[in-house]
């Protein structure tokens, strides 16, 4: 990022922060760089977004600047929410499992502290509990990665580690002002976890489709389970299922299989008996419309089992 790319939203007055829309143009701004303290030029002509600006010959770094913005941008929002008793909603994309989740950014949390030096390291925020113990770390990360002493220690005591990457002036904006922040990597998966292994559950859906009888080409229902993408046969059904697969006429039924030498609950054709195996329904996954089943509950595709 090239310091000219980066028009710096905001500028210090008397410690505060102030948005550059808060402030006279030009040098009457009266606002310095928090981080090299010059002063700043507020520049608000017609043609570009307006920004702060250094003067000629200023020695400094965009992403120190952008780096230290965040911190405290982010520490005054969370500050401010805890003093409110107010929560702070914010959502990540789970590394987990691959949703979205949402929570509240200062849960638990009686502080926020900028930079609280912790012995081995110093994160960028850090949330405390009452009684001083850290439940979260907080470490706005620009151009090098959040620091390993960090990471170790949020691992070794099980604090949460939360990230935001900035890449412009306009993520500033969006910590002090979006209803929820966007954090880029959280360590926490709120999925509930299969109580038998631990994996994340996956929600799983019920579809009914209309297809043929393979033997007699009667008009027949045909049900799966889509678990998340993994399609799963009646053999899988919970009872739930069942009941919701039936209720739009699927016949379901325990059928001898003598290729697997077993019986097994699977799709009946109601006019001649025949069943469709489990090597079989692949053929009629294509028929599945994802966007409308019936959500049944959750399932463990590790031991697959429902919850
Ligand atoms: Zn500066
Ligand atoms: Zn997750
Ligand atoms: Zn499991
Ligand atoms: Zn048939």
């Known amino acids: 990022m090239s310091s000219r790319a980066f028009k710096i939203p905001y500028g210090e ?8 829309s808060a402030v006279e143009r030009g ?7 928090p981080v090299c303290r010059e002063p700043l030029v507020a520049r608000k002509g017609p043609k570009v977004q307006h920004h702060f600006g250094h003067l000629p010959g200023a020695n400094c770094s965009a992403e120190t600047v952008l780096h230290q913005l965040g911190k ?7 500050s401010a929410a805890i ?24 849960t638990l949390a009686d502080r926020a502290a900028m930079e609280l030096d912790l012995g081995v390291c110093r994160p960028d925020v850090t949330l405390l509990k009452t009684d001083g113990t850290p439940v979260a770390f907080v470490e706005i990360v620009v151009s090098h990665a959040p620091d390993e002493n960090v990471l170790a220690h949020a691992a070794a005591h099980n604090v949460t580690l939360v990230e935001f990457h900035l890449n412009a002036a306009d993520d500033l ?7 929820t922040l966007s954090a880029t990597k959280v360590d926490v998966c709120t999925r509930p ?10 929600h799983k859906m019920v579809h009914v489709v209309d297809g043929e009888c393979w033997r007699c080409n009667a008009p027949m229902k045909i049900a799966m389970l889509m678990v998340e993408g993994t399609p799963e046969g009646p053999e899988r059904f919970s009872e739930r299922d069942c009941a919701v ?8 039924q325990e059928n001898y299989s003598r290729t697997l030498q077993k019986s097994y609950l699977s799709n009946t054709c109601g006019i001649c008996g025949a069943f469709i195996g489990t090597n079989f329904l692949h053929e009629y996954w294509p028929l599945v419309d ?9 399932m463990c595709l590790a031991c697959l089992e429902s919850e």
């Open 290 to 298: 994802e966007t409308n089943g019936h959500a049944t509950g959750d």
């Open 83 to 106: 003093t409110a008793g107010d929560e702070l909603p914010f959502e990540w994309l789970c590394q987990h499992c691959g949703d979205r989740h949402e929570g509240n950014l200062v």
């Open 27 to 33: 040098l009457r701004c009266n606002c310095v760089c």
């Open 13 to 20: 007055r008397h410690g505060e922060l102030l948005h550059i």
């Open 173 to 179: 904006e969006a910590l002090e002002q979006s209803p």
């Open 193 to 202: 976890k299969c109580t038998t292994c631990g994996c994340p559950l996956c």
């Open 245 to 252: 697969a039936r209720e739009q006429g699927a016949i379901l």
């Open 72 to 78: 405290r941008l982010l520490h005054r929002r969370m």
